[in-house]
């Protein structure tokens, strides 16, 4: 069974991104990233990675994702996107709660690329419930120290985002 050691936390009110910073490093090869938020819209989180010149990488097609939505109200959805420019769907945003475990793999090596994987669990609307199942690559081998979490379509009430290693 695996071990987690808590490396940081972040959290905020009434913002439409947080970042987390020096957060991964070469202690760890695999980390466990929690978010929790409430957000007045709906939609998947869009995350990005930071590299270790503190530059936050939204261009140059580098991330390819794929998602599962669990809905409980209605069909299940699919969606995926090869060669863009955030991860979508490694999270969801919700107007009355979601939390998502993330675990990013081999972020700090700068001859792998970044892997990650997710589940997540939300209160969609009154009575409604969505899970998903995630999977995305980022697609360079740089040294990620840190993400950026947005919300696409509104600001977030409350997100907080703990990241662990896990040994």
């Known amino acids: 069974m695996a071990n987690l050691e808590f490396i940081k936390s972040a959290s905020a009110t009434a913002v439409s991104t947080l970042q987390i910073t020096d957060c991964f490093n070469a202690n760890y090869d695999v980390y466990q990233v929690v978010i929790d938020n409430d957000n007045a819209g709906n939609n998947d989180l869009y995350i990005r990675v930071i590299n270790n010149s503190g530059t936050v ?5 580098k991330y390819d994702y794929a998602n599962l939505e669990l809905n409980a ?10 060669g863009f420019n955030e991860f979508r769907g490694i999270g969801f945003q919700a107007l009355f709660g979601a939390s998502t475990v993330a675990t990013f793999f081999e972020p700090h090596n700068s001859s792998s690329f970044t892997f990650a994987s997710s589940q997540t669990a939300s209160y969609y609307n009154s009575g409604q419930f969505r899970g998903g199942k995630s999977i995305g690559v980022y697609k360079n081998a740089d040294i990620i120290t840190g993400l950026e979490i947005n ?3 509104s600001a977030f009430s ?4 703990t990241v662990y290693g896990v040994k």
């Open 158 to 161: 409350y997100i907080k985002i």
């Open 57 to 61: 990488i939204s261009s140059g097609s």
């Open 73 to 82: 109200y209605g069909t299940f959805a699919q969606n995926n996107n090869a």
């Open 151 to 153: 919300a696409p379509s």
